[in-house]
């Protein structure tokens, strides 16, 4: 079995060469993303394994199945980036890992919070040029404010229960309700409710086209003033415009993202020595109260073992025809 990975990087690479070695599937591993000016790279493989800024669009997945490949493994949970119907169309299946260490990503979320709030950052760079001021580190307690999350899947799940432990009031809004949290005194309420009074909001919903630009003008125009945005799930959840311009206006107190709408062109490189040509990430980093991180929630020890295990698990199920309990369709 022939496996071609793209968006490789070293740590993938250690990871799934050691979860492989009973198996002794075949793997290459391209630094490059899937795009249609590489596809041909996949020319042998039977599989694709890919990441979040792979591109399978429709034309993409055509080239694939043209040199023969028959299963697109994404070592990730969200598949916004694959063509479901292209894909049935040209009898590839589709795999993916759909739970991975969710404390990964929701611990995350926390030490953004924490970083905002209590801006470590700067305390960290200030000692470093021996400045032992306080001014402007000022934080508040996160016991007793109220914490809106947005989506309770995996990930929400456990982040309510962290954000629960530190003696917070939870709002929770999400289509699907989940009792394990509601027992812990996580309270479901409308979106309307949970956007107006939340101190810190929390996105851990998927990107669909029923979420995309989730926080728009109109909808931060119902948060709470000084409100700290926090988005770990996707970048196109956000309106990224629409939140600046919050942040401008003091409406948005403070923003850690994770992820971004233009992070394919970005993150998982290091481009320190080019000129940046996008110039709404250059405006976000310009501000004194956001926070970026490259798309690293997921980036744990456990995190990495789960992926490289269920990712391996679903080409065997393939491989020996058995059914894919991770397959993702329309
Ligand atoms: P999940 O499928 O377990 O949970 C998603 C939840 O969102 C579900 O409960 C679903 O009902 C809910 N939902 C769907 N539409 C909604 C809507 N319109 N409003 C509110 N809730 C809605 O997914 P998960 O494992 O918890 O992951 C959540 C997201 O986190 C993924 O979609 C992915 O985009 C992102 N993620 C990011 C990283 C990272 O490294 N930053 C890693 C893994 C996952």
Avoid: W
Avoid at 33 to 38: A, I, P, R, S, V
Avoid at 219 to 231: A, D, F, H, S
Avoid at 300 to 318: D, M, P, V
């Amino acid at each position: 079995m022939n496996i071609s990975f793209f968006s490789t990087q070293t740590y993938d690479k250690d990871f799934f060469d050691k979860h492989n070695q009973p198996y002794g599937f075949d793997l290459t591993y391209y630094e490059a993303k899937l795009t249609d000016d590489t596809c041909t790279l996949a020319a042998g493989a039977n599989v694709v394994c890919v990441f979040v800024n792979d591109h399978l669009s429709h034309p993409v997945i055509q080239q694939l199945a043209g040199h023969g490949v028959k299963l697109i493994a994404l070592r990730c949970a969200g598949f916004n980036n694959v063509d479901l119907k292209a894909a049935k169309e040209n009898n590839i299946k589709v795999v993916r890992v759909p739970a991975y260490s969710p404390h990964a990503v929701a611990e995350h979320a926390l030490a953004m919070i924490m970083t905002l709030n209590r801006k470590t950052h700067k305390a960290y760079n200030r000692i470093r040029e021996q400045n032992f001021s306080l001014s402007g580190l000022l934080g508040v307690d996160l016991n007793g404010k109220t914490v809106g999350v947005i989506g309770t899947g995996n990930i929400g799940q456990v982040f309510c229960t962290i954000m629960t432990a530190l003696g917070c009031r939870v709002l929770a809004y999400d289509p699907n309700q989940h009792a394990s949290i509601t027992n812990l005194g996580v309270r479901y309420v409308s979106l309307t409710e949970l956007l107006s009074q939340s101190d810190i909001l929390s996105l851990h919903c998927p990107l669909n086209e029923h979420t995309r630009y989730l926080v728009n003008a109109d909808t931060i125009n119902q948060m709470k003033q000084g409100v700290m945005l926090i988005n770990t799930s996707r970048g196109g959840l956000i309106d990224t415009k629409a939140v600046i311009e919050g942040l401008k206006s003091g409406k948005i107190g403070s923003l850690g993202i994770d992820v971004y709408e233009q992070e394919e062109n970005l993150f998982f490189q290091n481009l320190s020595e080019q000129i940046i040509v996008d110039d709404t990430i250059a405006r976000l980093v310009s501000f004194p109260n956001v926070l970026i991180t490259a798309h690293q929630g997921f980036f744990t020890y456990e995190a990495l073992s789960q992926i490289a295990e269920t990712t391996r698990a679903n080409i065997k199920a393939f491989v020996n025809q058995k059914p894919l309990v991770n397959e993702v369709s329309i």
